[in-house]
């Protein structure tokens, strides 16, 4: 009987070969589209052929600067993430906060509720120039963008997240004798922490682009000011070794985060 | 006055009329079953006894005390669902119900290992003692609603209130949940209030199974009027009233 296609479900082998598929076919068509150019013209430099990547990989990750004699990758990659880090945790522990109070007290989500959803329509990237001018050109104003972009979305998360709390145990929790403060620390905290680590790797992706945005602007260190600095030499190859580099880091730190929340918070169920 | 008192109580939401005119008078140590179609204001009036709402008029009182403006420590709640903490160990679902009276909900020390000691012998009693480390997520409905109502009479409630605590069991633990909490109620001799769907359950556990149901239907406009307590029945001796003999007589008593 032929089975209907929601049904079908590929076996071991096949998964694996599924997944590594479309990686296999991007790098080859890439390579085709880089041999198609490069026979045109030997010298082009948009899309470098893979080997070449390759070996610029190896120098960057390995060569120091000719003149300070620092290997730049390393310090760029430092730094970034220092500013990434840095953001996403004030960030992260503003929404915490502010969510467990929107969501468990009435009289802030009167107060907060509305102004966090029109505060959150604020386009980050239109008030980095005010940043610039208020917090200097330092690392300052690169963890602010990081924090006004990501926060809001945090602090709607978050609050959301509590107020979906079933009643049934916000009310227990209360015939149990629990004051407030109580019902905050024991059943709504514990409650929205994996939640919280959930929505730090969705905003993962944003606090890259606003870390990136801010780098290429103004900076002297950093991945971002890299990838913008090389592009006036149009080197493909670098700014290429670089984005594979920030996709990598990006991948690594998602999946230790959802490491950390299946160890921490087993009750929670398995999630994406 | 009786323990339970309630007194004239009416409760709309907005101008649709949920229950009016509700009157009980409940002893200490009753089990009362209370009965209904669904949407006649049974849960309503089992929120309103556990002050999870206030009524729109009237009181109720327990044991003479001033009507609560909040659930407390005097009223116990067992729910169908969502009925215990599954962020929390089994063992930590019974110790949260002393630990939650602290300022910041944790007790320290002695008093920790104290209560631990208490919660397993609270797990023993109520067959769980084997799963003090596991999760609820890992335990059976019944299993969960037997750690639910340890944990509600670990906090020593005046009134234990149950919201179709058996409602999502199969019949054969249905029955074993029976027998534990008659077991339960006989030796607390605690006053409990138990909402159920099931006929045949609340008259075995109930000493009264009060009815609620609309006395006054119009036709045009079903939500006119709010439901009300219609019946009362005594359902100690199997349901049959008028069994026990209330004067000293000196008619021979088999022995």
Redesign the interface.
């Given at each position: 009987m032929q089975m209907r296609l929601i049904n079908r479900r590929p076996g071991r082998p096949l998964t694996v070969f599924l997944a590594l598929l479309p990686f296999v076919l991007a790098l080859i068509g890439y390579t085709i589209a880089s041999e198609i150019r490069l026979a045109a013209n030997p010298a082009d430099k948009l899309l470098p052929a893979p080997g070449t990547i390759i070996d610029t990989a190896v120098r960057l990750f390995t060569e120091g600067d000719r003149r300070s004699g620092r290997i730049l990758l390393w310090h760029d990659t430092g730094v970034s993430l220092m500013r990434l880090a840095i953001g996403v945790s004030i960030a992260a522990i503003i929404g915490l906060v502010t969510g467990l109070l929107i969501g468990l007290l009435p009289h802030v989500r009167a107060a907060l509720g509305i102004f966090v959803a029109v505060l959150s329509m604020i386009p980050p990237l239109a008030i980095l120039p005010i940043l610039f001018i208020v917090f200097g050109l330092g690392e300052v104003s690169k963890v602010v963008l990081i924090v006004i972009g990501i926060t809001p979305f945090l602090i709607r998360d978050m609050s959301q997240r509590v107020i979906d709390i079933?009643t049934?145990?916000i009310?227990?929790?209360?015939?149990?004798?629990?004051?407030s403060?109580?019902i905050a620390?024991?059943?709504a905290l514990?409650?929205i922490m994996p939640r919280l680590i959930q929505a730090v790797r969705l905003s993962l992706g944003p606090a890259w682009l606003f870390l990136i945005a801010a780098e290429a602007i103004a900076s002297d260190l950093g991945l971002g000011y890299r990838i913008f600095l090389v592009r006036r030499y149009l080197a493909m190859d670098v700014i290429l070794t670089y984005v594979l580099w920030i996709t990598a880091l990006a991948f690594l730190i998602d999946w230790a985060l959802r490491t950390l929340s299946r160890r921490l918070?087993?009750?929670?169920?398995e999630g994406l | 006055m009786a323990f339970v008192d309630v007194e004239n109580i009416f409760q709309s939401y907005g101008p649709r009329p949920i229950i009016e005119r509700v009157n009980l008078a409940v002893a200490e140590g009753e089990f009362i079953s209370i009965v209904g179609a669904s949407g006649c204001g049974k849960s309503t009036f089992l929120r309103l006894l556990?002050a999870?709402e206030r009524p729109t008029r009237g009181t109720i009182r327990i044991d003479g005390a001033e009507p609560a403006l909040?659930?407390?420590?005097e009223?116990?709640?067992v729910?169908q669902?969502?009925?215990?903490?599954?962020?929390?160990t089994v063992r930590d679902n019974i110790v949260?119900?002393e630990?939650?009276?602290?300022?910041?909900?944790?007790l320290g020390g002695a008093g920790r290992r104290a209560a631990r000691d208490r919660a397993q012998e609270t797990l023993d009693r109520i067959g769980l003692g084997h799963m003090g480390a596991a999760?609820?997520?890992a335990l059976s409905g019944g299993m969960q609603q037997r750690l639910a109502i340890g944990?509600?009479l670990t906090?020593r409630?005046r009134v234990l209130l149950l919201d179709e605590p058996f409602g999502a069991l199969d019949p054969g633990t249905r029955i074993a949940m029976h027998d534990f909490l008659m077991e339960l109620q006989r030796e607390t001799r605690m006053t409990v209030f138990m909402v159920t769907h099931d006929l045949e359950e609340g008259f075995k556990l109930g000493d009264r199974v009060i009815v609620f149901d609309k006395p006054r239907w119009d036709p045009t406009d079903p939500n006119a009027y709010g439901a009300t307590i219609t019946y009362d029945f005594d359902a100690r001796n199997g349901g049959i009233p008028f069994q026990t003999i209330q004067e000293d007589t000196h008619v021979l008593q088999p022995v």
């Open positions: 079933p049934e145990l009310v227990k929790g209360q015939t149990l004798g629990a004051s403060m109580v620390l024991r059943v514990p409650q918070y087993p009750w929670a169920g | 556990l999870e909040e659930p407390g420590r009223r116990g709640i729910f669902r969502y009925s215990v903490f599954p962020h929390m949260a119900a630990a939650f009276q602290t300022r910041w909900g944790f999760y609820p997520a944990q509600a906090a409630p």
